[in-house]
């Protein structure tokens, strides 16, 4: 062991700073626990870069697009260009090529265990309800069920009709995109509308976008409206705890604090780089999804600890 009187004055200046840098830390791990612990119910809110710790890409600006899909960056083509009805109508080999492998991507992709350490948080609790801008089907992969999830852009796992078609919205299972990732060009047939065989499209809410079909999001908002309306008539006291969401399209982080007003809710907020909460009784971890909610987990595990520790010491419950 090295002692702190043995070091230098750069080296102990150092030690201190990681040792504060940890006290804060570990503060807001117990704070975050303490605030699920003694909460009735979990609402989990959640962004693209919840699935940056599962290998996903979470398109931060032109450079990270462009990192994940050189192709497009070759030809200049930014996000809010291919994710855009218009794509499909200019140039459909591209735009599925791109939503092709992203589907693909998806399917393959195993959620990290940040998802299974939320879905323990949730089934212990008396209700839990997810709300995520995610596209890629991760909770749902992760065991949580289809009934308690919001998806407010859609899913890429469902198709509809490029056209303002009659045909609703339907499930992607049947297709299997072959892509030149190179090119970022779909190389087989895309999938058709079921009614008028016209091309058919990923049911997710993109750019300029006035054709979303938005009936099955439509289903989830009403079943999330009946979900709240349990809260109200249960008197359930609510945590919420949103990862991976930032300001550049800000629903989720829009959600979560409109939640919180309404309902009295703390707000665990889990970003890296845009932690600051909008209030007092809220907290911000400057940390990844994984690592922020193993620290939590493993401060709830002190907890209940320390808890049990109380009863053992005081059986018999008698006053001290």
Known sequence: MVRFANLN????????????????????FKFAAEQIAKADAIVIAAGAGIGVDSGLPDFRGNDGFWNAYPALAKAQINFTDIANPRAFHQQPELAWGFY?????????????????ILKKW??????SWVFTSNVDGQFQKAGFAKEQIHECHGSIH???CVDDCVAGVWSAAD?????DEEQCLLLNSPPSCLCCGQIARPNVLMFG???WQHEREHEQRQREAQWFEKVIH???????????AGTAI?????????TAKKYGASIIRINPREFDVPGTRHIGIPLGSLEALRGIDDALGTLRAEIDLDFTQNPQNEPL
């Open 100 to 116: 092709g492998h992203r589907l693909d991507l998806y399917r393959k992709t195993v959620p990290h265990a940040g998802f299974g």
């Open 9 to 28: 004055d750069q080296a102990r200046l150092a030690v201190a700073q990681n040792i504060g840098h940890m006290t804060a830390r570990d503060s807001h």
């Open 175 to 179: 297709f299997q995109p072959e892509v």
């Open 122 to 127: 949730a089934d212990a609790k008396k209700g």
């Open 209 to 211: 976008d006035w054709n």
């Open 234 to 244: 249960n008197l359930w006291n609510v945590v919420i705890i949103e990862t991976g």
């Open 158 to 160: 469902y198709l509809q």
């Open 250 to 258: 800000p629903s989720v982080r829009h959600f979560s604090e409109q």
